[in-house]
C-alpha cells in the first residue's frame, strides 16, 4: 500500500479566494470500506505543532467542507480554524479532523436510524471514523489517543450522529459537541435508545440550540415558529433525560439556549469557542 501523502491544503490555491487561516492539511481519496466511498479528509494543526514534540486532543467533526474555507461552503464556515488560533493563547488546543460529507448521502450517513427520508448508514459511517480515520489519525499525527482525548462534534444532522456515537462508542469518544441537533429525525429515535443506555463515566457532551433554529430551514413562514418551538422543546427534553442519566449541568453538560438565533453555519461559529472551551479544559 502506498504510503499516504498529506499535502498542504493551500498549495496550489489562490490565498485571496480561500478563508484557511494557519495549518491545514488533507489527504485526498480516502476510501471508507464500511460505506464504499471516497472522500478527502482535513486535518487542523495548531500553531504550536511544528514548534514541539507535544501531543494533542483530537476532534472527529462532520460535514468538513463547512470547517475551514468558505469556498468549499455553500452556506458560509464554522471558522474552526480562525477559533483554534484564537483559542491557543488561552492554553486551548487541539486537531480537529473534518470529515467532509458526500452531499446526497449525507441524510443517509449522518442518520444511524432507517425511515423514508434516511437509508440509515449512521452506524457504517461512525465505524469508519473509529476503523478507517482514526488509526490513520493516529498514526500520522501526535495525538493523545485515548478516549478521554477524543471528541466528535457537528451541528443539526452532525449533532444527532455525534451524540449517537458518544453513546455507541464509550470507549473512543470521551465527549461530544453537539449543536442544533435534529433529535427529531427517525421519530425521535434516539430518546429511547439513550433512555435504556448507561451513563457514560467520565465524559462532556456540549449541547444548544437557537431558539429560531427552524428559521432558514424550508418552512413557510406562518410555520417557522411552531417549528422553531419544536426544535427548541426537543433539546430542552434532551436536555432532561441527560440530567435524569446522571449528566450534571455545568460540570459534565453544558446547555445553551441562543435567544433568536437561526440553523446555519455563521450562528454555529459565534458559539464554537464556549463549545471548545468546555469540551477542552481539564
Known amino acids: 500500500m502506498d504510503a499516504a501523502v498529506w499535502r498542504d491544503y493551500m498549495e496550489g490555491k489562490n490565498p485571496s479566494e480561500h478563508t484557511v487561516v494557519g495549518t491545514l492539511k ?25 514548534q514541539s514534540d507535544r501531543r494533542y486532543p483530537v476532534i472527529y467533526m462532520h460535514d468538513g467542507q463547512n470547517l475551514f ?36 448521502d449525507r441524510i443517509h450517513e449522518l442518520s444511524p436510524f432507517k425511515d423514508a427520508e434516511s437509508k440509515g448508514w449512521g452506524d457504517k459511517y461512525l465505524s469508519f471514523i473509529v476503523e478507517t480515520i482514526k488509526p490513520m489519525i493516529d498514526a500520522e499525527f501526535r495525538t493523545f489517543p485515548d478516549r478521554l482525548h477524543t471528541g466528535i462534534m457537528g451541528s ?12 455507541t462508542h464509550p470507549n473512543v469518544f470521551g465527549w461530544a459537541g453537539v449543536v442544533s441537533p435534529a433529535l427529531w429525525f ?3 429515535a434516539l430518546f429511547e435508545m439513550i433512555e435504556h443506555m448507561s451513563h ?21 413562514p406562518d410555520d417557522i415558529p411552531r417549528e422553531s ?21 455545568g460540570r459534565d453538560l453544558m446547555y445553551i439556549e441562543y435567544p433568536g438565533a437561526v440553523h446555519n453555519e455563521s450562528a454555529w461559529a459565534q458559539r464554537l469557542p464556549d463549545a471548545l472551551r468546555f469540551l477542552l479544559s481539564n
Do not use: H
Open 229 to 249: 418551538l419544536r426544535y427548541l422543546n426537543s433539546v430542552q427534553e434532551m436536555r432532561d433525560l441527560l440530567a435524569r442519566k446522571g449528566y450534571k449541568l
Open 69 to 104: 474555507d468558505a469556498a468549499t461552503s455553500f452556506v458560509g464556515e464554522w471558522q474552526v480554524d480562525e477559533t483554534l488560533e484564537m483559542l491557543a493563547d488561552e492554553g486551548i488546543e487541539a486537531i480537529v479532523v473534518g470529515i467532509p460529507n458526500m452531499s446526497k
Open 200 to 220: 457514560v463515566p467520565q465524559g462532556k457532551i456540549y449541547m444548544d440550540v437557537g431558539t429560531n433554529d427552524a428559521g432558514n430551514l424550508n418552512y413557510a
Open 26 to 50: 488533507v489527504l485526498e481519496g480516502v476510501y471508507s470500506p464500511q460505506l464504499e466511498n471516497r472522500r478527502n479528509v482535513l486535518v487542523y494543526l495548531q500553531p504550536s505543532y511544528d
Open 156 to 167: 443539526s444532522m452532525g449533532g444527532l450522529i455525534s451524540l449517537y456515537g458518544y453513546f
Open 186 to 188: 427517525g421519530n425521535f
